[in-house]
């Protein structure tokens, strides 16, 4: 809440004429005492019986209010303020081809990943995350390619294959890649001997794949459910789909409590759980 905003809350009963109880301001004559803050929730009894439980919500067109779980009304910002939504986590971050994600996180032969993702457009050989130097196996590839709407490519640590494993247009899944294992939802689909070594000049993208230095010629159209990244069997990076308080779709670390935002040309949008 800003200053200059208040939400009317509660019609007093009980024979007593009050004026209406207002959240964030002092209904006074004239209204004074704003505050600017953050409100979680507001619980008002009359007698023992919960009369109000006022929760911060969107309503059915994404406006910004609180919600009585009570009497499942809607309360609604009345001043000249404006009421913002805290950041929140969302079911995942759309994204469209032109935008990616830089984890800032430089991964080794020690690397394993997690990527929980859902294509939904493929054409040839667009990068669907990670990182490379150059393209020998030694140049700490650490990367996944859309080979195709059918076929997915992964080098991680070694280049491992191309077109080994199918995969479908709008489904979920979660890859997990490293130490010379690959998994898709839990099945061992590959098994290889890691070549690159040492640490990678380049961090991994999300979205995308930085290729030395600079996203690759093609992003990918997917929706991204998270990203983990393990070091050592330490868990290193835990990127969640968030919105912040302005709305703008991102990625939390709640390892580092960071926020990570689209550093493409296209932009990023979200999902929301139903």
């Known amino acids: 809440y800003s200053g200059n905003t208040l939400v009317s809350s509660l019609i007093s009963s009980g024979g007593v004429p009050t004026k209406s109880l207002y959240l964030f301001a002092r209904n006074y004559n004239p209204i004074d005492s704003y505050v600017t803050g953050r409100l979680y929730y507001c619980k008002i009894w009359d ?17 910004v209010c609180m919600y009585d779980t009570v009497t499942e009304k809607y309360f609604y910002n009345a001043g ?6 805290g950041g929140r ?15 800032g996180y430089l991964p080794n032969e020690q690397t394993y990943a997690e990527y929980t993702f859902e294509v939904y457009g493929a054409a040839n050989y667009q990068g669907l995350f990670g990182s490379r130097k150059d393209q020998t196996e030694e140049g700490y590839v650490f990367d ?4 195709n709407a059918n ?20 489904t979920k899944y979660i890859m997990k890649a490293g130490l010379g ?40 159209l997917q929706k991204v ?3 983990k990244a393990y070091e050592n069997n330490t868990l290193i990076q835990d990127l969640r789909p968030y919105v912040d308080s302005d709305g703008v779709a991102c990625f939390k670390d709640v390892v580092t409590d960071t926020l990570f935002y689209n550093q493409g040309t ?3 949008t979200y999902t929301t759980h139903e």
């Open 225 to 227: 459910h998270g990203f």
């Open 266 to 268: 296209g932009t990023l």
């Open 80 to 85: 000249t303020g404006e009421l913002k939504a």
């Open 89 to 103: 986590f969302v079911e995942s971050i759309v994204f469209d081809g032109a935008s990616y994600i830089d984890t």
């Open 181 to 220: 294992e690959v998994y898709l939802d839990d099945t061992l689909v590959k098994t290889y001997t890691v070549l690159a070594t040492g640490t990678s000049p380049y961090s991994i993208y999300l979205g995308n794949i930085n290729d030395a230095g600079k996203p690759y010629t093609s992003g990918s």
């Open 151 to 170: 076929y997915l490519r992964i080098d991680w640590g070694a280049h491992i294959g191309n077109e080994f494993t199918n995969y479908s247009l709008n």
């Open 47 to 63: 007698n023992g019986v919960l009369i109000q439980d006022l929760r911060p919500a969107l309503d059915l067109s994404g406006k």
């Open 144 to 147: 996944v390619f859309i080979r």
